[in-house]
């Protein structure tokens, strides 16, 4: 959540950037008191109390209780509106509702083919945020802002890379195009940056300062957080971890390379590799049938959490993150899959980087996109102050 630009160091420009304290501390900690929110901001009480008051007027925040202006509990109000996450997967949209303090209120998810053009998946989009929305009371409903996520590298041009497996999406400017459609800012980010976001706020990754959020989908995504912040490289595509080359004269990979991580472990390739056994079966049904003993499908898997051990162990020994969270559909196998991550980053990683990184599945499942999508919606929220 941010606030309306203002010259730097002007008096305006310190408001709005104790405004956006006053806001986060009540996200991350809310409902607090008045008094808690001066200590986690080292705000003057003057100075939260005079934010608070205008932040009410204004209908985004509520008060409630307590002895004295301090005493009383501030929270959002119910009724100040709500963000959307929009999360485009290989095969899939799902809508999120969130409210100010980014809790997600409703979800859904509809199935969208692969090759659909961009316009026809913004247009499911809308009509699930809309059958959401209806769900919601009426003041409630006033939307403020919109996070979109897509299975493509965005670069720093704001265009959906050539690297995207939505065909559809290629070469299109993915914020206006969806700020146009839902009528409200629109900010885009990679699905793996809006996972690795997710479970750093809310889920496996809290209380680290730097992790990889790993996602294991169709294809194979990385997010980063270094020092508290997703990072994205000056390129605006970093992350690419799926494309990193585990065997030069591997199988060809949908980039053009050969034998990258994504050409072994991605589900799309788990698909293919399971294929003399059976065609025609989802990611989902193979990681049941692997979990369920099937012996062809947990050599795959088991496999899979090897080679993507190897590729953790360039990220671990570079980056050095406290932890690394496997998510995706793939990743819904669990210590089946990341117990051969753990074996691959012993095998490759420096000896005292593999004692203290942990591997985790994640906490939010094969959910973190689209929780983070809704946490990406509150940036764009432009607070009426
Ligand atoms: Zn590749």
């Known amino acids: 959540m941010s606030v309306s630009p203002a010259a730097p160091g002007s008096t305006a420009a310190l408001r709005l950037a104790n405004v956006d304290r006053v806001v986060r ?15 986690t901001t080292e705000l003057a009480p ?10 009410v ?32 997967g290989h095969s899939h949209v ?11 209120l409703a979800s859904r998810q509809v199935p969208l ?22 769900g919601l009371p009426g003041p ?29 999406w290629i070469g299109v400017d993915a914020a206006a195009v969806a700020g146009e459609a839902f009528g409200v800012t629109t900010i885009v980010d990679n699905d793996a940056n809006l996972g690795a976001l997710a479970e750093f706020t809310v889920g496996a990754g809290v209380g680290t300062h730097s992790m990889a959020y790993i996602k294991v989908a169709s294809g194979v995504g990385c997010g980063l957080v270094l020092d508290g912040r997703v990072y994205r490289g000056g390129l605006g595509t970093a992350g690419e971890l799926g494309h990193v080359t585990i065997d030069e004269s591997g199988p060809l990979c949908r980039c053009g390379n050969r034998g990258c991580l994504e050409a072994y472990v991605g589900g799309s390739s788990l698909i293919q590799q399971y294929a003399p056994v059976q065609t025609d079966i989802g990611v989902p049904e193979l ?15 088991e496999d899979a959490g090897r080679h993507l051990g190897h ?21 819904v196998a669990g210590d089946l899959l990341l117990d051969a991550v753990r074996e691959g980053l012993r095998r490759h990683a420096l000896e005292n980087v593999v004692g203290r990184i942990r591997v985790v599945p994640a906490a939010l499942g094969t959910e973190s996109s689209a929780v983070g999508a809704v946490l990406l919606g509150l940036e764009a929220v432009r607070l009426p102050i």
């Open 25 to 39: 501390a009540l996200r991350s900690g809310g409902p607090l008191t008045q008094a808690e929110v001066s200590r």
């Open 46 to 55: 003057a100075t939260v109390s005079n934010i608070v008051k205008s932040l």
């Open 57 to 88: 007027a204004a209908g985004v925040l509520q008060t409630s209780g307590g002895a004295g202006r301090r005493g009383a509990t501030v929270e959002f109000a119910e009724t100040a509106g709500v963000v959307a996450g929009v999360d485009f």
């Open 94 to 104: 799902q809508v999120g509702l969130g409210d100010l303090s980014g809790r997600v």
């Open 113 to 134: 083919a692969h090759d659909h053009r961009y316009d026809d998946g913004l247009g499911v989009a809308l009509e699930l945020l809309a059958e959401l929305s209806n």
């Open 140 to 168: 409630a409903r006033s939307l403020h802002g919109v996070g979109l996520g897509l299975p493509a590298p965005i670069g720093t041009t704001g265009l959906v890379d050539a690297g995207s497996i939505l065909p559809g």
């Open 287 to 301: 990681i049941d049938r692997a979990l369920d003993g099937d012996v062809g499908a947990r050599r795959l898997v």
């Open 311 to 331: 590729a953790v162990s360039l990220v671990a020994n570079l980056l050095a993150p406290e932890a690394v969270v496997v998510g995706g559909e793939v990743g």
